[in-house]
């Protein structure tokens, strides 16, 4: 069936330097995607999203970017705070329509000091 | 503003016993989602409500799940029997786009 997994399930980055979050999905018919970000003990929260008819889009800090032609998306995070420490979920609409979100395994970033 | 509400946010009973997650939606939202997260199987769509009629119950597990939305402020996550491999943290989320769910904090569940 379609999926939506991630490429890295751990990343260690140093507090200040950017970060890279990479998510492969399937569904080549899903035309929205978002980024969620979950800290421990707290639900997913939303950080940015992207519709299928754009590339690139950027938001405070984070810029999302997506490849169809590899079906590839990824979530950059620029001069990282140890708050940005959480895992991270990649989802996309899939086929069933644009409410159902399939959700990646997540990333887990951890901030060093 | 009060975002999603859910309780209890910790549950533990007994194998066998019945267990109700309880949602308050944001005010004004029109689409209600409940999610279970586990490490083997992540984040999960169980049910997802829009204006308050179920859309889509293909991720209930079976029939000892079942889901409600009365009115557009309440939504309950009823498992009866419980078993141990319910255990996990059931989300609540709702929206008012397309898109954009917003999480309620969880409720874990132990089933002993």
């Known amino acids: 069936g379609e999926s939506v997994g991630l490429h890295l399930p751990t990343l260690s980055v140093q507090e200040g330097d950017n970060s890279i979050i990479n998510c492969a999905y399937s569904n080549s018919a899903s035309d929205y995607f978002i980024w969620y970000k979950q800290e421990s003990g707290k639900g997913p929260q939303f950080i940015i999203d992207?519709?299928?008819?754009?590339d690139k889009r950027q938001g405070q800090r984070v810029t999302v970017l997506l490849n169809k032609t590899v079906k590839h998306l990824s979530l950059q995070i620029a001069a990282t705070q140890p708050g940005d420490s959480a895992v991270y979920f990649c989802?996309?609409?899939?086929?069933?329509?644009?409410?159902?979100?399939?959700f990646g395994q997540g990333t887990r970033l951890t901030i060093n000091p | 503003d009060a975002g999603v509400i859910q309780s209890p946010r910790h549950e533990v009973t007994e194998m066998g016993q019945e267990v109700t997650l309880r949602c308050k939606p944001i005010s004004g939202h029109n689409s209600l989602f409940w999610y279970r997260q586990t490490m083997m199987r992540g984040l999960e769509l169980l049910i997802y409500?829009?204006?308050?009629?179920?859309?889509?119950d293909s991720g209930m597990p079976e029939d000892r799940f079942s889901a409600k939305m009365p009115n557009a402020s309440f939504s309950t996550l009823k498992i009866q029997p419980s078993e141990p491999r319910d255990s996990a943290v059931y989300f609540c989320?709702?929206?008012?786009?397309?898109?954009?769910?917003?999480f309620g904090p969880g409720t874990r569940l132990t089933v002993t």
């Open positions: 989802a996309e609409t899939g086929e069933w329509g644009a409410q159902k979100l399939v």
């Open positions: 992207i519709r299928s008819n754009m």
């Open positions: 409500f829009n204006n308050n009629v179920p859309i889509d």
């Open positions: 989320a709702s929206s008012s786009t397309h898109y954009e769910q917003y």
